[in-house]
């Protein structure tokens, strides 16, 4: 029994050096002028300074990660983490930019801030599914950002088990702390 607890915390301290060492050296940082729930502009480059992760979602995929969303919590309180990285969400309203739509898509967003206790940026003109992102439009989005800026990796749609794992890898990586094994 032993013997497989040492493999598998092997096997993830691989996974965590294999994903850190697959972000290309020297990545640029990545931009984007965004705007906060109270429709002012807001640049990205403003949660520099520690790891980043960001979940991009619309309307109808912000439960397709639910499950990743309750383990980063759980895992960053239980490992103390929380506070060591930033997390936020950006909501695509892209569809929702007329009046009087638009007043009542910050006040559902504001309410998401309040619940989740999460800063949620907002989207108007598909920023994120542009070029150097290209986030899709339509899913639920997972992207990890190092603390300088540069994209780390990126996820879409709802993410498996493995994805998971190697989230938590490269985010652990990032953090400069070893992983903890999924029993």
Known sequence: MRDSVSLKTFLWVLV??????????????VEAQLRTSANEPVSLSRWRGQPT???????????????LKRELLARGRARGLVGRAHVLGVA?????DFFPANLL??????????REQVPVLVDWNLTLSAPPWNLPPAA????LLDADGSLVRSWSGPLGRRDIEEFFA???SLLGTDIDPVD
């Open 16 to 29: 965590a050096v294999a994903t850190a060492d697959a972000r290309v050296p020297g990545a640029e940082r």
């Open 53 to 67: 992760v960001l979940f991009y979602e619309d309307r109808g995929s912000t439960e397709q990660n639910a499950a």
């Open 140 to 143: 639920s989005s997972v992207v």
């Open 170 to 172: 490269a985010l652990f």
């Open 105 to 114: 898509a910050l006040s559902a967003v504001r309410d998401a801030e309040r």
């Open 92 to 96: 695509n309203l892209h569809g929702f």
